[in-house]
């Protein structure tokens, strides 16, 4: 088992930052892999990015613009979010996969981002 507490969210506007953080109950180092996801009104959850040991990965509309990393003193999963679009407006979540598993099976209760033109 293991618990997530997102926080960073918030309003900003059109070309600005936000960083999302996700803190851990448990060692990053035992969890196969973190990732962000986001849902849109009306729109299905995606996911945004992943890190695991061995490499990160991104949703293509989001290369470039956004960084995801860990500080595994913290047991913290960051999302750096830059030149963030209206589009970007979401709810954002953490999960956490579990080493040999498929799915994410633990998540945070989710930080609204909301980005103004």
């Known amino acids: 088992q293991v618990q997530l507490a997102e926080s960073g969210g918030g309003l900003v506007q059109a070309g600005g930052s936000l960083r999302l953080s996700c803190t851990l109950s448990r060692s990053v180092f035992s969890i196969g892999a973190m990732g962000w996801f986001r849902q849109a009104p009306g729109k299905q959850r995606e996911l945004v990015a992943t890190i695991t040991s061995a490499n990160t990965d991104y949703e293509d509309s989001v290369k470039g613009r956004f960084t995801i990393s860990t500080d595994n003193a913290k047991n913290t999963v960051y999302l750096q979010m830059n030149s963030l679009k209206p589009e970007d407006t979401a709810v954002y979540y953490c999960?956490?996969?579990?080493?040999?598993?498929?799915?994410?099976?633990?998540w945070g209760q989710g930080t609204q981002v909301t980005v103004s033109s």
């Open positions: 999960a956490a996969r579990e080493r040999f598993s498929r799915e994410y099976g633990y």
